[in-house]
C-alpha cells in the first residue's frame, strides 16, 4: 500500500500565493456568473452560490508567507520531451537562438538510481497481461488491477525534467500531442522490426507483434498529465507539438523543441 501527498508548492511564497488566489477567482468568479444568468435556480443551487461567494472572500485572506521571485525562463531555451515504447521519456535542452543543443537526458538518467523501477513494471505489466489472457480463455473473471507503481515512475520523470529545465532555466517543456502517440508508437515498432528482420514483411509482422507483447504501451497521458501538475507548480510554460516518428529519441526530442520556437515565431509574425 502507498501513501502520496500532493501539495502546491506556489503557496509556500506570497508571490505564488497571489498566483493561486488569482487562479481562483477567476475560476470561481466565471461560475457564480454564469449561475446567476440561469433563471429559476433552484434552493439548492442558490445555497452552493452563497457558498462559492463566501469562499470568495476567504481566499483574499491569506496567512502572510515569505517573498520570493517567481520562475522566469529565458524564452529562447525550451525542453523537448519525446515519448516512445521502449523509452517512455527522452529529454533535450535547446538554445533556440545559438540553434544547438544544450543537454540530452535518456530514460535512464532521468531515473537514475530507481531505473529499475521501469524493468519491475514491465515485469509486472507482463504478469497481469498473462493473467487476463488465461482468464479469458477459461471464461473467468479478469479484472486485474494496475499497480501504482507506473504513477510513481511519472511522478519521478515529472520531478526531474521540472528540475532540468529550472537549471537551464527554460521558458518552456515541449510535449507531444496524446492524439499523436499512437501513429509515433506504430512507427517505432515497424522501424525496429525492419531493424532486426530486413527484407521479409512476414518476419517483421512476427517481430512486431512479439515486441508488444514485451513491451507495452506506456499510459502517456498520465506522464503527460503529471508532467503538466508539476511544470503549473513550478511556473514554467508547456507547449504541445508534433513529434517526428523517425529518428532517436533524441533526435526527436530535439526537433519538438526546435519546430515548437519556430511556431512560436510564426505565430507572432
Not at 535512464?108 to 489472457?133: I, V
Not at 529519441?249 to 515548437?260: I, M, Q, R, V
Amino acid at each position: 500500500m502507498s501513501l502520496y501527498c500532493c501539495v502546491d508548492s506556489r503557496l509556500w511564497t506570497a508571490e505564488g500565493t497571489e498566483q493561486v488566489r488569482q487562479e481562483k477567482t477567476d475560476e470561481i468568479t466565471k461560475f457564480i456568473t454564469n449561475m446567476k444568468n440561469k433563471s429559476d435556480l433552484s434552493e439548492t443551487q442558490q445555497a452552493f452560490i452563497k457558498r462559492k461567494e463566501s469562499t470568495l472572500t476567504r481566499i483574499n485572506k491569506s496567512f502572510e508567507r515569505p517573498s520570493q521571485p517567481l520562475y522566469r525562463g529565458q524564452s529562447h531555451i525550451l525542453v523537448g520531451v519525446s515519448l516512445g515504447l521502449e523509452k517512455p521519456a527522452t529529454v533535450a535542452v535547446v538554445d533556440a537562438i545559438a540553434n544547438k543543443v544544450l543537454a540530452y537526458r535518456s530514460i535512464r538518467q532521468l531515473l537514475g538510481e530507481n531505473y529499475e523501477l521501469l524493468n519491475r513494471q514491465r515485469r509486472q505489466q507482463r504478469s497481469l497481461s498473462h493473467d487476463r489472457h488465461k482468464a479469458q480463455k477459461s471464461f473467468s473473471p479478469n479484472q486485474f488491477g494496475a499497480s501504482d507503481l507506473g504513477q510513481y515512475i511519472d511522478r519521478l520523470l515529472a520531478k526531474e525534467i521540472i528540475a532540468i529545465a529550472q537549471t537551464y532555466k527554460a521558458d518552456s517543456i515541449v510535449l507531444p500531442k496524446l492524439g499523436d502517440m499512437r501513429e509515433i508508437v506504430q512507427s517505432e515498432i515497424q522501424a525496429i522490426a525492419e531493424a532486426k528482420c530486413p527484407g521479409s514483411v512476414e518476419v517483421q509482422q512476427k517481430y512486431a507483434k512479439q515486441y508488444r507483447v514485451n513491451v507495452h504501451s506506456w499510459s502517456y497521458g498520465r506522464l503527460i498529465q503529471s508532467i503538466q501538475s508539476k511544470a503549473a507548480q513550478a511556473g514554467i510554460m508547456i507547449e504541445g507539438g508534433k513529434q517526428p516518428i523517425r529518428g532517436s529519441p533524441n533526435e526527436k526530442a530535439k526537433e519538438l523543441a526546435f519546430s515548437a520556437y519556430h511556431l512560436r515565431l510564426a505565430r507572432r509574425s
